[in-house]
């Protein structure tokens, strides 16, 4: 199947997975495995609807090349199960990256029987796997959708990024908008980068086609692999066993995510509509005070004396006006997209689970089987402890990287929200921003804009307690200009407080 | 009240300004100066309100809201007593009586509106029904408002009719129809008649016209927009509240995260309860607005009666222009005008010297009459500009500085909203930046 010739290349220094499993990768083979296909040991945990008898041309690879030359997935024979779990729990090193990649330039293409749109896919490099520094590609959005069936054959248990939709109809989006177009390069961007710093998908062979290979070798490539048939009865399969019950034996941490994830996808759902709403609120108050600010100037066009104040109320609507469009942007930049991203995740997530009681499922249906048919014995129970490796592998694959996936989705979390956070602000303190003298006193500012002598402002400001219902109230001549010196400096120190802490807990992906 | 110094238009006969006969104030009253206005010796409060059914006009039952309102002489310092608190209730068709009635007495005095009757420019959650809570407080204060400004009103405030509507329960309504104002109020057709015929009204006043209906135009649409602006910031502001729900529902299930989600799911209802009295302040504001958009009908009616004393006076000056010419043709014995008399006179033969003699007595007594009349009408009309002019100056000062004061307000009320929203935001990012 993707049984494609590896050449251990020269050593490499250890990417982006960190130190922490390395130490203890075992890399004796276990006994008793014919043929023993060992391939590298993370993608061979990986691999677990690999056909078996196709393994023999892989090698085993020490410790660190190992890790460094995972090319691709294929045996199902791990080296020893509990090495594995070690070698997932690696935090994720962005400064150790070597694969950059980026999504840009869409253009649209149109042929006699379709029109669709490519992006240029940028990739830059220095690992040695790959022929060259930097490879600029052209792909289209069904070529992302191939590389993420192939990731998902080749990793059903690891929780592949999710891809933006084929077609959004929630908000009646026209296929090639602008907007529809850019949201989707953003997301594919994101889907790419994601791959590249997942510590056993970023060394996949059909991810590294996909990033190099020019277009007529893709489709070739794409055509290799194995057929529709053979893929769908593995599916057949699949379902069948799962239907005998896999959910039986599950252990208690998968039912536990399990539970977790219903929830999870409950919520992030409901944030998801919520952050759509808050956004559609703010359109529409950014729409009534566009009108709003307007009307103060005309009517200071029929006033003398209180012109001056109606155009300070105008310019100051028009400042919150700007400050509410940005308000916008950031949401719909940073928040929607987040949110959206993470319910596609949910979904993921739920198949993943799905996925590996499917494997549970068929272990258990030949386990049943055996307890039936006595005279198989021998050949069954190989069977078996070949499921039950796979299960296992299946087992700590997932588990390992749903701790990746939880931790990277809390970090996600915290830098949006505190984004959305930092936004807010933002927008609170740009509807003051007239800078201003050094004056402190609230008396000196008052002077200083109104000119109001010292014991005018004095008289006023001694008037300030009047009960509000109280029609004659006075108030010191405050206006929105005055409050800058005041509250700039206290929104200042308070936003570089929180910068401080801020920038210590963030960690970026 | 006993005090004499409550009962000013007892202690100045002179200044009375109670219905004088034709509706114009003597020339030459003394005003009241500041110090003497009833709004400095007397605390006016319209304290409650209450639901009162009773039974209409028609003898049907109906449900409708009284008002207390309380009086108390402002005692001077060294007296160092509390007088007691007179009050009595009053519906909101008594006090439209009252305005009414000041209104026709002192045409020429800009005189300060009542609150709404029915609930205009409202948003989503004031309800337009009279009874609702929140709209009979406003009128409450509404009330007082006008009640404040007329007793502060140089001239208004010594009017004995405002001052029995102060302190006087029972018969007021009779003393009021007693004056027989009703008989005094011009007919809108007259005055629209007026408008539109007079031919040299005093500019400034034709100004004021427009600026008044600039005013009310202006005004009416900021009131809309503003209040579509409130609608939508609530909108902003409670979605976010859904946040708090959802968040301390998914921090169930999360364990490292759980309390930072929980404690800004906190601030996000925080955030969401806050614009509840941030819109009810600018209710406050808004109603300020309301009330100098009801005094551009006020000035109005100062214009109209202006144009229709013109108009009178215009009218009266042609009827004795016409007047004099008949007594000349009737004295010449020609006719210079094609006129019916002329064609008559053809027809059926000329009238006799007495007839003739008759006639031209008559008319000259009319047109002495009418002399007379012209004098004391363009007196009048004098008077009356001067007065009304006077009174807008002082409107004009008065709605400079209450409209500054305002939009003052409404500034500072925004800036304390933009406090409020970076505190609950700061809040909010030090939870999530926990998490």
Redesign the interface.
């Known amino acids: 199947m993707e049984a494609e010739g590896r050449v251990p290349g020269p050593p490499l220094p250890p990417p982006s997975l960190g130190s922490g499993g390395e130490a203890e990768a075992d890399p004796d083979p276990p006994a008793g495995s014919p043929g023993a296909a060992r391939g590298p040991l993370l993608a061979a945990a990986a691999e677990v609807l690999a056909l078996d008898d196709e393994e023999d041309d892989l090698e085993v690879f020490s410790k660190d090349t190992s890790l460094a030359e995972v090319n691709s997935f294929s045996p199902s024979m791990p080296i020893s199960p509990s090495s594995m779990i070690n070698q997932y729990k690696f935090e994720d090193e962005p400064e150790l990256r070597d694969l950059f990649i980026t999504v840009d330039d869409p253009e649209s293409h149109i042929t006699a029987i379709e029109t669709f749109i490519t992006y240029r896919v940028v990739t830059k490099t220095s690992r040695g796997e790959f022929d060259s520094s930097e490879y600029e590609v052209r792909r289209r959005y069904q070529d992302f959708l191939w590389l993420k069936s192939k990731l998902e054959a080749a990793h059903p248990t690891l929780i592949i990024p999710p891809l933006p939709e084929k077609f959004i109809m929630k908000g009646m989006v026209e296929r090639f908008s602008e907007e529809f177009i850019e949201t989707r390069r953003k997301a594919l961007h994101k889907f790419l980068n994601r791959i590249a710093d997942h510590p056993t998908l970023t060394f996949n062979e059909d991810f590294k086609i996909f990033l190099t290979a020019q277009a007529w070798e893709l489709s070739s490539h794409k055509k290799q692999g194995p057929s529709l048939l053979s893929r769908m009865g593995q599916t057949v399969r699949a379902v069948a066993s799962s239907v005998r019950g896999g959910v039986k034996n599950r252990p208690e941490t998968f039912t536990e995510m399990n539970?977790?994830m219903e929830?999870?996808s409950q919520?992030i759902n409901?944030?998801d509509k919520?952050a759509h709403?808050?956004y559609k609120?703010?359109r529409?108050?950014f729409n009534?005070?566009k009108?709003?600010g307007p009307?103060?100037t005309?009517?200071s066009a029929?006033?003398e004396?209180?012109a001056d104040?109606?155009k300070?109320?105008a310019s100051?609507i028009d400042k919150?006006c700007k400050a509410t469009e940005k308000r916008m942007a950031g949401l719909s930049e940073n928040l929607l997209p987040i949110l959206h991203e993470y319910v596609l995740y949910s979904e993921i997530l739920m198949g993943v689970l799905k996925r590996r009681d499917q494997i549970q499922g068929e272990l258990d249906s030949k386990v049943d089987a055996l307890a039936n048919k006595k005279p198989e014995k021998d050949l069954f129970s190989e069977e078996i402890g070949k499921l039950e490796d796979k299960v296992e592998c299946a087992n700590n694959a997932l588990k390992a990287d749903w701790d990746r996936w939880k931790q990277n989705m809390?970090c996600d979390?915290?830098s949006t929200?505190?984004n959305?956070?930092?936004n807010?602000?933002r927008?609170?303190?740009e509807?003051?921003t007239r800078p201003f003298s050094n004056s402190t006193s609230e008396n000196a500012i008052i002077n200083d804009i109104f000119k109001v002598s010292t014991m005018e402002s004095r008289e006023l400001e001694q008037k300030h307690t009047w009960h509000?219902?109280h029609?004659?109230?006075?108030?010191p001549?405050?206006?929105?200009y005055f409050?800058i010196s005041f509250?700039v400096r206290?929104?200042i120190v308070?936003y570089e407080n929180?910068f401080a802490?801020?920038s210590k807990?963030?960690v970026v992906e | 009240m006993e005090s004499a110094e409550a009962e000013p238009s007892d202690s100045r006969p002179e200044e009375d300004g109670a219905a004088p006969r034709s509706g114009l104030p003597p020339p030459e009253q003394p005003v009241a100066t500041m110090e003497d206005c009833l709004a400095k010796k007397m605390e006016i409060t319209v304290s409650e309100a209450e639901k009162r059914t009773g039974r209409n006009a028609m003898n049907m039952q109906e449900t409708y809201t009284a008002y207390l309102i309380e009086t108390r002489a402002v005692e001077s310092q060294s007296e160092g007593q509390c007088a007691p608190v007179d009050s009595l209730w009053r519906r909101y068709s008594e006090f439209e009586l009252l305005r009414n009635y000041l209104s026709v007495t002192y045409p020429h005095i800009v005189v300060p509106p009542l609150p709404e009757k029915r609930a205009d420019f409202v948003w989503h959650k004031l309800s337009a029904d009279n009874m609702d809570p929140d709209f009979v407080e406003r009128r409450r204060i509404g009330l007082e408002n006008f009640l404040l400004r007329v007793a502060s009103h140089p001239v208004l405030c010594q009017d004995k009719i405002f001052y029995s509507f102060l302190t006087q329960e029972g018969g007021w309504k009779e003393m009021v129809n007693e004056t027989g104002f009703q008989l005094k109020a011009d007919s809108r057709l007259k005055a629209l008649n007026a408008t539109f015929r007079v031919k040299n009204p005093d500019k400034r006043f034709t100004e004021l016209k427009h600026y008044s209906d600039e005013l009310q135009s202006v005004i009416s649409h900021l009131l809309r927009v503003r209040a579509r602006v409130a609608d939508r910031l609530y909108g902003v502001y409670k979605v976010h509240g859904n946040y708090g729900r959802v968040f301390s529902e998914w921090s169930a299930i999360e364990k490292e995260m759980g309390d930072g989600l929980q404690s800004a799911g906190h601030h996000m209802d925080v955030y969401a309860a806050s614009i509840d009295d941030i819109l009810e302040e600018e209710e406050h504001y808004a109603d300020q607005l309301k009330e100098y958009l009801f005094y551009a009908e006020a000035l109005r009616a100062v214009c109209r009666k202006h144009e229709l004393m013109q108009y009178d006076l215009e009218m009266a000056a042609q009827d004795l222009t016409s007047k004099k010419q008949q007594c000349e043709e009737l004295a010449t014995g020609t006719v210079r005008t094609f006129s019916l008399k002329g064609m008559t006179s053809k027809l059926f033969g000329q009238e006799t010297p007495e007839q003739r003699e008759a006639k031209i007595k008559v008319l000259e007594e009319q047109i002495q009459e009418g002399e007379e009349q012209l004098k004391s009408k363009n007196l009048e009309g004098r008077d009356f500009v001067k007065s009304a002019w006077a009174d807008i100056e002082r409107f004009k000062e008065q709605k400079n500085h209450d409209l500054k004061e305002a939009l003052i307000s409404y500034a500072v009320m925004q800036i304390s909203m933009c406090k409020k929203g970076i505190q609950v935001w700061t809040n909010a990012k030090e939870c999530f930046s926990k998490m």
């Open positions: 539970d977790y929830t999870f919520k409901v944030l919520i709403r808050i609120e703010e529409e108050y009534e005070m009108e709003y009307i103060h005309l009517w029929s006033e004396d209180i104040s109606l300070g109320v100051c919150c809390q979390m915290r929200f505190t959305v956070a930092e807010n602000l927008y609170y303190e509807t003051h509000v219902t029609c004659f109230y006075y108030h001549y405050y206006t929105f409050c509250l206290y929104a308070v929180l802490v801020f807990n963030n």
